[in-house]
């Protein structure tokens, strides 16, 4: 069993509607990011081993954002398909909210695979604020402390990292220390758009309280020139 992580810390996520979109935009941003975030959307309507050879085949990394959230028997059959995707896949996601019980069996099933991708547990969406965390949600606990309680329990279950809003890197890093791999999106360069992004922070400042890996959408993919755009935050990165 072998995982490769990605070097470089941007992620670009391609939310849009079709491969050819997509791929043009690997075309372009390769060179200048580390991988490629595919969620739902494109999955969805592409079909995910289509969608993962066609980007693989294009030469991205691709940060496979599924959100798996089920029943531990199907959740741990979904990893396995996922590792038989190829190589192509270096990270997936799987929701904290499902419980120990299925987080240890995604777990079982990716060590299970000759190669396998970086498991990470999603903890709180960048879309929820403390509000609905509590009114919407029911959830009593304090944001920043519910998002610190389940990386930890993704650390106990024996993922790789954990996906967070980057208001809570820093907490994170304190409890879960160096080793626990931190993706964070809501990162929104100054001069972009919030969108419907509610805890955001700048590049500079996600890397700076601690995170591994930034996924930035619309600020590259919806700009007039997304490779100026990518470009821009690598050089911020860089100073």
């Avoid at 990470?120 to 604020?129: K, M, R």
């Avoid at 650390?155 to 890197?169: I, T, Y």
Wanted: proline fraction near 5%; include cysteine; charged fraction near 15%.
């Amino acid at each position: 069993m072998s995982v490769r992580s990605i070097e470089q810390p941007i992620l670009v996520a391609l939310d849009v509607a079709t491969i050819e979109t997509a791929l043009a935009l690997v075309g372009l941003l390769q060179p200048y990011v580390g991988g490629f975030k595919v969620g739902l959307e494109l999955c969805t309507a592409m079909g995910t081993p289509q969608v993962v050879e066609a980007v693989g085949q294009a030469g991205g990394n691709l940060f496979l954002d599924l959100k798996l959230h089920d029943i531990p028997n199907t959740v741990a059959a979904s990893v396995r398909a996922v590792c038989e995707l190829g190589s192509a896949v270096r990270m997936l996601t799987l929701h904290c909210q499902g419980g120990a019980a299925m987080l240890r069996a995604a777990v079982a099933a990716a060590h299970t695979a000759p190669q396998r991708p970086l498991l990470l547990g999603v903890t709180v969406l960048t879309s929820i604020d403390g509000e609905a965390l509590h009114n919407e949600l029911g959830v009593g606990a304090d944001l920043e402390a519910h998002v610190v309680h389940l990386a930890r329990l993704a650390q106990a279950c024996g993922l790789d990292g954990v996906v967070a809003s980057p208001h809570e890197v820093a907490a994170i890093r304190a409890a879960c220390g160096p080793e626990l791999l931190i993706v964070t999106p809501g990162v929104r360069p100054t001069w972009a758009a919030r969108d419907d992004q509610r805890r955001i922070m700048t590049p500079t400042e996600a890397i700076a309280a601690g995170a591994d890996y930034l996924v930035v959408g619309r600020p590259i993919t919806a700009a007039d020139d997304p490779v100026a755009a990518a470009a821009r935050i690598v050089a911020e990165l860089a100073r």
